[in-house]
């Protein structure tokens, strides 16, 4: 739907589905976290790391995953372990103590350069787009972080001219009166939604 588009994404989400589906890092913004990445549970400094490959180490010595010709495939369950090797317990390259998946959950969530140079990718991408033509597709974004997605797009929507708001929400496909002649809600399933729209593109 969007790979021939100037996009980018803002996300809550930290499960790293944009990336398994192929989105590019550089058009992303994972502001919560990423499951993707280590940190130091301490943390004793300011880095993450990615961790997919120890995580594919840990699968294979639970019998979870099995890679043939360079595909995984998902072993059956009676042979799974329910321990990981303790050698592949994942630590912190500088203090020794254990790692952490780099969720924002507590305090001790480390917001590296990576993390700061994603932002900055956002908010030039946010500046870039001012006047002009623009589609804020909002997907399922609840009243649990709205300061992050949610008010910042009604915003936008209000302030700029040329910005329209697509609101895909089962729960609350509502908006303010002060945007409404510039948005379209949605409260039926994401996928129907989406399907739909990439189909109407593709006839256009
Ligand atoms: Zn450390």
Redesign the pocket.
């Known amino acids: 739907m969007i790979k021939n588009k100037d996009y980018f994404v803002i996300t809550t989400n930290v499960d790293h589905q944009f990336q398994l589906a192929g989105f590019d890092k550089a058009r992303l913004f994972y502001m919560q976290g990423d499951y993707g990445l280590f940190q130091?549970s301490?943390?004793?400094?300011n880095k993450t790391y990615d961790n997919k490959d120890l995580i594919f180490k840990m699968l294979k010595s639970q019998n979870f995953i099995i890679e043939k010709n360079g595909k995984i495939e998902i072993f059956g369950k009676s042979k799974w372990k329910t321990k990981i090797d303790s050698a592949l317990i994942p630590k912190?390259p500088?203090?020794?103590?254990e790692m952490e998946m780099n969720l924002r959950a507590d305090d001790k969530f480390i917001q590296d350069d990576g993390w700061y140079a994603h932002v900055q990718a956002y908010q030039n991408f946010v500046d870039k787009t001012k006047g002009q033509k623009l589609v804020l597709l909002e997907i399922g974004v609840g009243y649990n972080t709205p300061a992050i997605i949610k008010y910042p797009f009604e915003r936008m929507t209000y302030f700029n001219k040329n910005t329209n708001l697509i609101r895909i929400n089962k729960d609350y496909a509502v908006c303010s009166d002060k945007i409404s002649c510039k948005t379209i809600l949605f409260n039926e399933d994401v996928f129907d939604i989406l399907k739909s729209l990439t189909n109407a593109i593709k006839k256009s």
Request: hydrophobic share 20%; with cysteine; net charge positive.
């Open positions: 130091c301490v943390p004793c400094h912190c500088v203090c020794g103590r």
